[in-house]
């Protein structure tokens, strides 16, 4: 018999309808690279982004150059992403192997695996061409995600395979799992306010919606992703600006 699917619908900003996205928010795309530019320049955790170049077309932000780093890029991307009036990013940039040899990447990657917060998993990691595989199991999304974020500040790591497989599970129906993940999403810690609606197959959730910045749809996967039962989400947010504050001008750094 065909799965039924349950679906969850939140108006969390009053509205009972989804109408259609939302044009770009006010500031031409200019405006858009500047602001983009003062933000990554604001940014504590973002030293070296010299390489790193924004081009914008019609809210389409474009991550152009060469970081030292993925988790630089990682983070400009969310950086980026707390700009009212980017509605999706799109990343070119790249990170150079910097002659580090695959055998110094993989002794930095087990050093990494060495801490404290990974003393309960179990998690293998092998390198080719400054690519790192991760497989293994751990016991929670958060795990996972943590591991592929150290390992992507170690130098030389050009791309990282997360194939870790989170041994959670959850016993719970899809209206009861999806009820969970709208739960997260609308709770003091959750992206942002936006329209959600959540619903639920197999082990993959469906988000749709709306939400008022990029950095909110990246978050709201995470958040989901946290839920027991979850192991892949299927994000279909849309960013509309006009569900937040105005945009307003860069301010100089």
Known sequence: MQRLHRNILLAALGFFWLSPPAAPGSLGDERLEAAVEAALTRSESLSEIAGLKVQCDEGILTLRGTVKTLYTLDQAVRQAGTVAGVVDV?????????????????????QALQTPSFSFVNIQASVGGGRVALTGTCGSYSQKLLAEREISKIPGVVQVQNRIAVTAQANASEERLARLVLSRLTGPSGPAEGL??????????ILTGRVPLYLSRLEAEETALG????????NRLVVDPLLGPPPSAPTQP
């Open 196 to 205: 959600f609606r959540v619903s639920i197959r197999g082990s993959v959730a």
């Open 227 to 234: 839920v027991p039962g979850i192991q892949q989400v299927d």
């Open 90 to 110: 799109v990343v070119t940039a790249a990170v150079p192997r910097l002659g580090i040899p695959d055998s110094e990447i993989l002794a930095g990657v087990r």
